[in-house]
């Protein structure tokens, strides 16, 4: 897991020896060919992966385990660095462990608004909404 930004993704995978990286907003990059994110050059990979493996893309698709997500965007009047707001809401490490490693928490500042970003991963549904629920109101009390 790298910060938010195909830069940070590039610098990890040439730390780590990855050919393949990628972020959520759907950039994959391919180290071999290319040191961006490339549309094209991801729909090629694709395909040489279904000719090779003779497998349809549904079938390839089988193996990515796909977790749900609850997002939430909170305006901001003070902006406190991360660890700070870690370390005042102790929920926010609660809702890590509960995790149990099978999920993400990832708390940001947008770029370009007076925005704070939580995004929470995890295989129940129910339990990421009702966490990131309690966590933005949290986070409202302290910074919104």
Known sequence: RTPVGDRYVIEAMRREGFNIGGEQSGHLIFHDHSTTGDGIIAALQVLRLMTEKKQSLSLLRKCLIKYPQAQRHLRIKEKLAIDVLHEKI???????????????????????????????????????????????????????
């Open 90 to 144: 102790p929920l926010i490490e609660e809702v890590e462990k509960q995790l149990q490693g099978q999920g993400r928490l990832l708390l940001r500042y947008s770029g370009t608004e007076p925005l704070l970003r939580l995004l929470i991963e995890g295989r129940d549904a129910f339990f990421i909404n009702q966490a990131a629920d309690k966590i933005i109101q949290e986070l409202a009390t302290l910074i919104g």
